[in-house]
Nanobody, 125 residues
Framework: QLQLVESGGGLVQPGGSLRLSCAASGFTLDNYAIGWFRQAAGKEREGVSCISSSGGPTNYADSVKGRFTISRDNAKNTVYLQMNSLKPEDTGIYYC??????????????????WGQGTQVTVSS
């Protein structure tokens, strides 16, 4: 059964760091791009970052550029999101998503094949 499981969320002070993981089971990630999304309370889900199947081309939302880094280890069937210099506005539930494409082109929300269950990130002093 195809499954994505996020982990690594938690409570962190402003300026702190967290690393989220997205582990896949039931299939291999090699042929797919993976996206990270987040949803704050009362807001729509928004794209945060996306990484191509090879780990080469990546993209980021303007709000996280220079602070977040997406990476993948296909041997471990896992994608990561390193989040540094966290701000209160980064608070939300973070989801990884299987993108039914090799590259992150256009609005990848149109190509989501499966979502993880999400992990809560809270940035607060």
């Amino acid at each position: 059964q195809l499954q994505l499981v996020e982990s690594g969320g938690g409570l962190v002070q402003p300026g702190g760091s967290l690393r989220l993981s997205c582990a896949a089971s039931g299939f291999t990630l090699d042929n797919y791009a993976i996206g990270w999304f987040r949803q704050a309370a009362g807001k729509e889900r928004e794209g945060v970052s996306c990484i191509s199947s090879s780990g080469g081309p990546t993209n980021y939302a303007d709000s996280v550029k220079g602070r977040f880094t997406i990476s993948r280890d296909n041997a471990k069937n896992t994608v990561y999101l390193q989040m540094n210099s966290l701000k209160p506005e980064d608070t939300g539930i973070y989801y990884c998503a299987l993108i039914i494409a090799r590259y992150c082109i256009g609005d990848v929300r149109n190509w989501v094949g499966s979502w993880g269950q999400g992990t809560q990130v809270t940035v607060s002093s």
